[in-house]
């Protein structure tokens, strides 16, 4: 648990609408926590606000779509819509409007989930989701960080680093045992890489998350290092029947994303 912190004070100054320090308080008390959520108590403990002031600006922001409030637990987290509102401001835009047609006809043909992730300090980050209908499904959560060396995504991204910079970032940030099928040995880990290079596609079979199997493939701009992963994935019971046409969708899906971006698979021709 990390130590409260004291409300910031502004200088004064007549144009400085006072609500938006105790706002971004809040957010900033969010954005520190466990994934699972914060309570009121620990907010009001970290932003230095009064309980009442927190409170009323936690429902505001859950009025307006930004807070989310787990109704059993009655724990707060920022929305998906806050992340999307972030992402947007970064530098995909291009990417999500090219592949956003690209993932609803993967979903569309498929009927599993499709997830867009980027790069981000020795991990993946999620910017873009679009969630199966089904009722036994498996989506990420756009802002959601996933591992390199568990996740289709990550492998994809992993694979065309460098052996030394792999290394450095494996090592910094760890192979944990996500689940009994997760590789955590470097040596066993590198070989799967030489396979994903090699089909153009990555697989978590059940690596992440017990019962699920996720394919993924890379994109590529006009540099030699992916930009981003694209990946469906679903409960292991239906993703098995489908896995070669699920592989060569995802090729044709990111082989077009990454032409449209100025960049082309490794070994490839572009595409004119």
Avoid at 90 to 115: C, D, H, W
Avoid at 118 to 134: A, R, W
Avoid at 208 to 235: E, Q
Wanted: overall charge positive.
């Amino acid at each position: 648990m990390k130590k409260a912190r004291k409300s910031r004070k502004v200088d004064y100054d007549k144009n400085f609408v006072g609500v938006t320090q105790k706002v971004f308080a809040v957010v900033e008390s969010l954005s520190q926590q466990r994934k699972a959520g914060v309570s009121l108590d620990e907010i009001t403990s970290l932003s230095g606000l009064p309980k009442t002031t927190a409170h009323r600006l936690l429902y505001s922001m859950n009025k307006l779509e930004y807070v989310e409030q787990d109704p059993v637990s009655n724990l707060y987290s920022l929305s998906g819509k806050f992340f999307e509102l972030g992402t947007n401001a970064l530098p995909y835009q291009r990417l999500m409007a090219i592949a956003k047609p690209l993932m609803q006809r993967l979903l569309l043909t498929f009927g599993e989930s499709v997830n867009l992730a980027v790069p981000q300090l020795g991990s993946l980050m999620y910017i873009h989701v679009v969630e199966s209908p089904k009722a036994h499904r498996v989506a990420a959560t756009v802002g959601e960080q996933s591992h390199l060396h568990s996740t289709s995504v990550g492998k994809c991204i992993a694979a065309y680093l460098s052996a030394e910079e792999r290394q450095q970032l494996l090592t910094r940030y760890g192979m944990p045992s996500m689940t009994s099928s997760t590789i955590t040995s470097l040596e066993l880990f590198e070989r799967e890489l030489a396979r994903v290079r090699s089909e153009g596609v990555a697989i978590d079979d059940e690596e992440n998350l017990p019962g699920i199997v996720c394919v993924g493939a890379p994109i590529f701009s006009s540099a030699t290092k992916p930009v981003a992963a694209l990946s469906v994935s679903g409960p292991k019971s239906r993703m098995s029947s489908n896995l070669p046409a699920i592989k060569e969708a995802l090729r044709e899906a990111t082989r077009t994303i990454s032409a449209l971006l100025g960049g082309g698979i490794p070994g490839e021709p572009k595409r004119r």
